[in-house]
Nanobody
């Protein structure tokens, strides 16, 4: 069974930092391109960041580059998202995503709330 344990979310003040983690099980982690998406209230789900199988390549959506950093630990089957200089616009539910690099499957976590507010 596929399982994602997402943690690290919560309430932070503007300018603060947060580190999300997603521990995965039930599939071959090394086959997966890992991503973080987010969905703000009343908005569509959008890509935040993507990391390739070995961690050698990363992609960040627009304004996230320079503030957010995605990383992965293949020994622990875990992907991380370090978020710095947070603003209220970063408030959203953040979702962990695993996509088979061979096109066989596509899995999603339940999502974790991040709220940036003073």
């Amino acid at each position: 069974q596929v399982q994602f344990v997402e943690s690290g979310g919560g309430l932070v003040q503007p300018g603060g930092s947060l580190r999300l983690s997603c521990a995965a099980s039930g599939f071959t982690f090394m086959r997966a391109t890992m991503s973080w998406y987010r969905q703000a209230p009343g908005k569509e789900r959008v890509l935040v960041a993507t990391i390739t199988r070995t961690g050698g390549g990363t992609i960040y959506a627009g304004s996230m580059k320079g503030r957010f950093t995605i990383s992965r630990d293949n020994d622990e089957n875990t992907v991380y998202l370090q978020m710095n200089s947070l603003t209220p616009e970063d408030t959203a539910v953040y979702y962990c995503n695993a996509r088979d690099s061979y096109g066989g499957w596509d899995y999603w976590g339940q999502g974790i709330q991040v709220t940036v507010s003073s």
